[in-house]
């Protein structure tokens, strides 16, 4: 979550809708996708078109597995450090 609990107006979310600064609100809590967006397996491009509304359904909608629902969870910059490590792993061994 940005900011570890902290309450945000939607006006203030809104203006985080760049590739470089990117949240994202889904089930009411505003995840900040920034550190996530290169490493996100659907790519950054579904990330930036869900900025600046309400990203629950199109979350939900796609299917993701009960892991991807779990990461929620936990801070995005170790998910994506997770990520990276996983995709280097699969370099040196294909
Ligand atoms: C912080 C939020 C998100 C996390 C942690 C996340 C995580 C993941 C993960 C782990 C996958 C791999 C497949 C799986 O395990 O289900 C995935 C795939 C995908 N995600 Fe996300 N996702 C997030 C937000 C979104 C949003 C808002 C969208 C918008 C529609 C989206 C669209 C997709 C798409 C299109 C795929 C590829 C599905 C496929 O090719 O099988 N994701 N995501």
Redesign the pocket.
Known sequence: MAGGGKVYSFQEVRKHSQRKDCW?I?SGKV?D?TP?MEE????DE??L??TGKD?TA??E?????D??KE??ALP?LL?AMAFALQNFAKTKTE
Request: one cysteine or more; proline letters at 4%.
């Open positions: 994202l889904i995840y996708v996530f996100h397996p659907g790519g579904v990330l078109a869900c990203a199109d979350f909608d796609i299917g993701h597995s892991s991807a990461l929620l995005l998910v």
